[in-house]
């Protein structure tokens, strides 16, 4: 098993900054992706970013220029840096890894809200 730890989530006006981070730890063989969907009430839970152990990233086109996905390999960390924040980024934040040998997990989520 897996366990993902997230941190960082809070209430921020809009135009502020958030920080998100995200600790895995368990029994990890080697962690292939790890991203940051978010969902919010009614929706699908939807990509926010992802990066690869080799540094490749992908970010959903209305987060593209304000947040940054980072990643410490070593720590098995992944941190969400979010800047220039909108109502519309209110959401509840879900850290995801892909490990090789043991598949998908997903942690339990931290509330970002921001307000206008």
């Known amino acids: 098993q897996v366990q993902l730890v997230e941190s960082g989530g809070g209430l921020v006006q809009a135009g502020g900054s958030l920080r998100l981070s995200c600790a895995a730890s368990g029994s990890i063989f080697k962690i292939l992706v790890m991203g940051w969907y978010r969902q919010v009430p009614g929706k699908q839970r939807e990509l926010v970013a992802h990066?690869?152990?080799?540094?490749?990233?992908n970010y959903a086109d209305s987060v593209k220029g304000r947040f940054t996905i980072s990643r410490d390999n070593a720590q098995n960390t992944v941190y969400l840096q979010m800047n220039s924040l909108k109502p519309e980024d209110t959401a509840v934040y879900y850290c995801?890894?892909?490990?090789?040998?043991?598949?998908?997990?997903w942690g339990q989520g931290t509330q970002v809200t921001v307000s206008s």
């Open positions: 990066i690869t152990s080799g540094g490749s990233t």
């Open positions: 995801t890894c892909k490990d090789l040998l043991r598949g998908d997990y």
